[in-house]
């Protein structure tokens, strides 16, 4: 492992000035403390008050798009496309070869997201994708054996190289690829679905991994949250073991908003997981051992779970709401 120093590090804060947690200055000024020579660059809104910003602050300004979905069951709105666009806007200022990309709602408490895996990969690896592994958390990140989310890859907080960031945040169609199909959201709910009051559409950070690994040439076979094969499941693991570094969310310094902190499920994936995947899974063959893992989490411990009649019920209601209320 190897420490990145402040003075080769931009900080890019992407997202609005006002969060739940208040001013985007808390953000700012724990980059500061921690990264006391680092680059900080704020990349947010047209029309955003920047009053308050600090004027050594470097300060880069897009147009909000509209929201272009919003979830029928669950009301909550779709933005990874703003965070694309506000993420990209920032690094590609950033003049520093590393950098640290943050949401404007997160606080910092040390200087460990600056860890990076230096182990040189092999260049017949065929599952590196990146010059560097990807430092993130482990928060957002899920192990599919525990949750059966392929490619759920956290995107909160991100640390690496700026050529390899840039490659990971572009806007392109598989950031918009919602299925409209309301046939395989039902089809999803009922056998066996996962996701409780809400869609089944791949959440965002599925699409922002699958959206890259598609320019890469790699082709996921999921359509919805919580689609699984073993090919794919294989692929993912594989994938995040070999481009991606977890920190411990605890231990990574990065303090989440409250909103998040109040889940309590322990579904993520460690990198003590990874490299135990890593170790004893790498063959194809001896896959099948974890994927049975994964079999049974997603079509017989779900059965078990109150959510997946939650998502039945939702889908039901949608349903007497389409034929009776013509929306």
Request: hydrophobic residues 40%.
């Amino acid at each position: 492992m190897k420490k990145i120093d402040s003075s080769k590090i931009s900080i890019v804060i992407q997202g609005p000035v006002f969060s739940r947690e208040g001013h985007v200055n808390f953000t700012i000024q724990s980059a500061k403390k921690f990264f006391p020579k680092s680059e900080i660059i704020f990349s947010t809104w047209l029309g955003e008050d920047l009053d308050f910003i600090p004027k050594d602050i470097k300060v880069v300004l897009s147009k909000s798009p509209p929201v272009f979905f919003k979830d029928p069951l669950s009301g909550v709105e779709d933005n990874l496309h703003r965070q694309v666009i506000s993420t990209h806007a920032g690094l590609k200022l950033a003049t520093n070869p590393y950098i640290l990309k943050l949401r404007s709602d997160l606080i910092l408490s040390n200087n460990h997201m600056s860890t990076i895996n230096d182990k040189v990969a092999s260049s017949e690896n065929p599952f590196r994708f990146f010059k560097e592994k990807i430092t993130i958390i482990e928060f957002g990140t899920f192990d599919c054996s525990k949750e059966p989310f392929l490619f759920h890859i956290s995107d909160i907080a991100m640390f690496g190289l700026k050529s390899d960031l840039l490659s990971y945040w572009v806007l392109d169609k598989k950031i918009y690829d919602l299925n409209p199909s309301f046939f395989l959201h039902a089809k999803a709910k009922i056998f066996f679905g996962n996701t409780g009051f809400r869609f089944s559409n791949l959440a965002c950070e599925q699409r922002l991994a699958m959206s890259f690994l598609n320019r890469m040439g790699v082709n996921p076979a999921i359509s919805y949250i919580d689609s699984i094969n073993k090919r794919e499941a294989y692929f993912s693991d594989m994938f995040i073991a070999h481009n991606f570094y977890i920190l411990n969310t605890k231990k990574s310094g990065i303090l989440l908003p409250s909103n998040l902190t109040q889940s309590s499920i322990n579904t993520w994936l460690s990198q003590e997981k990874s490299d135990e995947i890593l170790k004893n899974y790498s063959n194809y063959q001896a896959y099948n051992i974890r994927y049975g893992h994964i079999f049974i989490r997603k079509y017989l411990v779900s059965l078990l779970a109150i959510r997946y009649y939650k998502g039945i019920v939702g889908i039901f209601l949608f349903c007497i709401k389409k034929l009776f209320f013509k929306v």
